[in-house]
């Protein structure tokens, strides 16, 4: 049962425009939430998360917003640019004593010039 | 600086043939994973260890075996019972009880190919 899920696999667009990355999740005990980018044979790099406290978290190009009674969550890139392209990764966490993320499958974001 | 270092880069195997990756991280973390991912898929959990001498199986254990006998160390072996060990693992760490600065760091990465 996928807890954490990213439904479109790939995203294209324009250079200059926004970027808009979803994310869904089932669990609502899940209370912390993390965006991973990663290039193609290397490890994913941490990019910004958000506590189920918050509703948007915010830094430079990057804004993660949730949406608790949804069980939705997203990322936004704005101005998108050409080192974008990555494939981004949702994760969540659930409160209590076990620290173990659950992510998502990932969504390949391809910026166009 | 501090990281979190997997060995070699690029790994060969014969069929049949027992492997062993390497994980070390000098971020001083409690706990460390094994993550395995395969070509448009996601990341698939193998392994972790929350502290030493102690590690729990993922989703997708069966073929491969870890130990944990150091803190900074926490190497994967991948065992000739796995059938489609092709792949690129990773190796990450997190620090167990900083749930306000929580996340995890990855090591670069080995690609494994069976020849």
């Known amino acids: 049962d996928q807890q954490v899920k990213q439904n479109s696999p790939s995203l294209s667009v324009q250079e200059g425009r926004i970027s808009i990355l979803n994310c869904d999740y089932t669990n609502s005990m899940f209370d912390y939430f993390l965006w991973y980018k990663k290039y193609p044979a290397e490890g994913p790099t941490f990019l910004i998360s958000i506590s189920s406290i918050k509703d948007k978290n915010e830094d430079g190009r990057f804004t993660v917003f949730l949406n608790k009674s949804a069980k939705h969550l997203s990322l936004h890139i704005v101005p998108s640019q050409p080192g974008d392209s990555a494939v981004y990764f949702c994760?969540?966490?659930?409160?209590?004593?076990?620290?173990?993320?659950?992510w998502g499958a990932g969504t390949k974001l391809i910026i166009k010039p | 600086d501090g990281g979190i270092t997997q060995s070699p880069k690029y790994l060969f195997r014969k069929e049949g043939q027992n492997v062993t990756l390497s994980c070390e991280q000098n971020l001083n973390h409690d706990a460390m994973y094994w993550y395995r991912q395969d070509p448009g898929q996601g990341l698939r959990l193998i392994y972790y260890?929350?502290?030493?001498?102690?590690?729990q199986k993922g989703d997708i254990a069966e073929g491969y075996s870890v130990s944990r006998e150091k803190k900074e160390s926490f190497p994967l072996t991948v065992t000739s019972a796995q059938k489609n060990p092709t792949a690129f693992y990773l190796c990450?760490?997190?620090?167990?009880?900083?749930?306000?600065?929580?996340?995890?760091?990855f090591g670069s990465g080995t690609r494994l190919t069976v020849v």
């Open positions: 260890s929350q502290i030493v001498n102690d590690f």
């Open positions: 994760a969540a966490l659930a409160g209590g004593s076990n620290y173990q993320l659950i």
């Open positions: 990450a760490s997190s620090v167990g009880f900083d749930r306000a600065n929580y996340g995890y760091t």
